[in-house]
């Protein structure tokens, strides 16, 4: 069952999705060669908390850190460890919080120095597949409206798109209806409706869209081993239009860049 949200109720989500915004933006520059996963974990536990928040993924479904943290060929759920970042990984940062009993969550991949230009490319066509897919939630469309979007353009560059883990609604719940694939055809799927709040969140391959489930039981991996890449935004439907709830602004910042993708949101973003 759908949950819609009413307009103070997106404002709320608003705020929780502006708390692993401002984290994520505290991440980036942190995000280098020599630093732990582990280190970036307890790092983001301690801001997230000193927003007046608690983190949103620990403790749930048993998991056992604030953050999931996927390098170069994990797609998702990768746990932190002690292990150096190196030059030339790639690290997908998923994060979570909840405020006002609302959850925020939202995902950025960054790249730990210096990465080679294949690695870049992928980075940024699934960062563009993430905004393409955010145009199509609006009034008249359906699931698989997004899912096609995202799809079409990524497979356009010969990339895999993973079938076995998709976005999905938000709200006091970390997963609610409805599921929202990155994959499907035109004008199929559950209808979208005023008030929705989702999660859009492109999970692409270099190679094969297939992957397994390493033996920690949470992190998902490449089944060719090539890197995987994975960006999220929080998305409200209001007055029959997306309105991003979560934003890469501090991300930008911290390190330096002018997304394109954004701007065309910036006016229905909330940016301190």
């Not at 960062?127 to 939630?137: D, M, P, V």
């Not at 609604?169 to 990155?182: A, F, S």
């Not at 190679?207 to 994975?230: E, M, N």
Request: contains cysteine.
């Amino acid at each position: 069952m759908i949950i819609t949200k009413t307009l103070e109720e997106i404002e709320l989500m608003r705020e929780s999705a502006l708390v692993v915004s401002k984290t994520l933006g505290m991440l980036a520059k942190e995000v280098k060669p020599g630093v732990t996963t582990n280190q970036l974990n307890a790092m983001a536990e301690a801001f997230i908390r000193d927003q007046g928040a608690v983190p949103g993924f620990l403790g749930l479904y048993g998991c056992p850190s604030t953050l999931l943290t996927s390098v170069n060929d994990a797609v998702v759920h990768g746990l932190p460890t002690d292990e150096p970042l190196k030059e030339g990984d790639i690290v997908a940062i998923d994060c979570g919080a909840v405020k006002n009993e609302f959850y925020g969550d939202h995902a950025y991949t960054f790249e730990v120095g210096e990465i080679d230009a294949k690695t870049k490319k992928l980075l940024d066509v699934t960062k563009a597949s993430l905004y393409l897919g955010i145009r199509e939630f609006k009034h008249g469309n359906r699931v698989g409206d997004i899912g096609y979007a995202i799809q079409d353009y990524c497979e356009s560059h010969n990339y895999g798109v993973v079938r076995e883990l998709v976005g999905h609604g938000l709200g006091k719940k970390l997963h609610e209806d409805p599921e929202v694939p990155n994959y499907g055809k035109r004008g199929r799927g559950k209808k979208f409706v005023e008030g929705m709040t989702i999660a859009i969140e492109p999970m692409i391959n270099m190679g094969t869209h297939q992957v397994k489930q390493l033996s920690d039981g949470w992190t998902i991996v490449t089944k060719d081993g090539k890197p995987s890449a994975h960006f999220e935004h929080n998305v409200a439907l209001v007055n029959g239009k997306p309105e991003l709830l979560s934003t890469f602004a501090y991300v930008y910042e911290a390190l330096g860049i002018t997304s394109d993708e954004e701007k065309e949101f910036r006016q229905k973003e909330f940016v301190l």
